[in-house]
């Protein structure tokens, strides 16, 4: 009989307004009180872009819609993988949801510090796929 461990995979999203991130006060552990970028796993069967939308969703109120892939992020002997996007919000009224504590937008150059060890590596791929993106406007 084979047996697979496989690795649970989590969505983050990296929502910008202008020069403005959002981020969410964590409610939850790990990380508890934390401000962190939203993000949670995907559930079995669901499309890991869609679960990126739902977490916006459940964690701010705010409706999105993903603008590209930033990337996969996973280390050796963890069991959890991460597909970031880059989103811009379409709809909602910004408010916490169950799973945070406050929801709010930071500008770029003042935000709080990052939780989680691939954040930064995430937030450089976000400003890299920004900067690029003025290179060709």
Request: aromatic share 8%; no cysteine.
């Amino acid at each position: 009989m084979v047996v697979y461990f496989d690795p649970k995979l989590a969505a983050v999203v990296l929502v910008s307004d202008g020069d403005n991130l959002l981020f969410v006060r964590r409610a939850i552990e790990p990380m508890l009180g934390r401000w962190s970028f939203p993000s949670g796993y995907v559930d079995r069967g669901e499309a890991v872009e869609h679960a990126a939308v739902r977490e916006v969703r459940e964690e701010t109120n705010l409706d999105v819609e993903t603008t590209g892939l930033l990337g996969v992020y996973s280390s050796k002997g963890s069991p959890v993988a991460l597909v970031a996007y880059a989103a811009r919000v379409t709809g909602g009224v910004l408010r916490a949801g169950d799973e945070a504590q406050d929801a709010r937008f930071f500008p770029v150059d003042t935000l709080p510090e990052l939780p989680f060890p691939h954040d930064d590596q995430i937030l450089n791929d976000w400003r890299e796929k920004k900067l690029l993106e003025n290179q060709q406007n």
